[in-house]
């Protein structure tokens, strides 16, 4: 159920163009996948002229991985971000399952995440992804740590870290 409310509620994005400044920070090369993974790793973020102050590597090379993917088009950027945060909404249910007592607490959480409209801009702004991978990583650490999976918990808090400049701090 989480899964469809998720899908449903945000699939009209599949068909939007790239927004406000990700033409300028997701560059046409990355756009279409030119270069390589190390390029991308080394290439400064600029939001036109502007030099931005931030490494966000893995973010960068999702970034690259759609353009190779996708070849510039828009609606596989946004098919990411869907998917990110349909997996991001199922791990808030495995939380809440975790957390909360037996019931329909748990589910209503998961939907409650899945459809709120706080989450549009982090899944319909392809630079959203920032925040979807970071919450990810995060809740896939807990999720991992939790079933004794500790170096793969560790892996997933450092994928968060390496998704967002503010994961890291």
Do not use: C, K
């Not at 560059?27 to 790793?41: C, M, N, R, T």
């Amino acid at each position: 159920a989480v899964v469809l409310a998720a899908l449903a509620t945000y699939i009209m994005t599949l068909g939007y163009d790239f927004a406000f400044d990700d033409h300028y920070v997701i560059p046409a090369a990355w756009q279409v996948g030119a270069g390589s993974p190390l390029e991308v790793l080394r290439a400064p973020v600029r939001a036109g002229e502007v030099l931005l102050v931030y490494f966000r590597p893995l973010t960068a090379l999702t970034y690259w991985l759609d353009g190779l993917l996708w070849q510039g088009n828009p609606g596989g950027f946004h098919l990411t971000n869907l998917l990110l945060h349909t997996l991001v909404s199922v791990l808030v249910l495995e939380l809440a399952r975790r957390l909360l007592p037996a019931g329909p607490g748990p589910l209503m959480a998961g939907l409650l995440f899945a459809v709120h409209p706080v989450h549009v801009e982090a899944v319909a702004w392809v630079q959203g992804r920032v925040d979807l991978l970071s919450a990810a990583g995060v809740l896939g650490a807990l999720r991992l740590g939790r079933a004794g999976a500790e170096a793969a918990g560790a892996a997933a808090a450092a994928g968060a870290a390496m998704a967002s400049d503010v994961a890291a701090r």
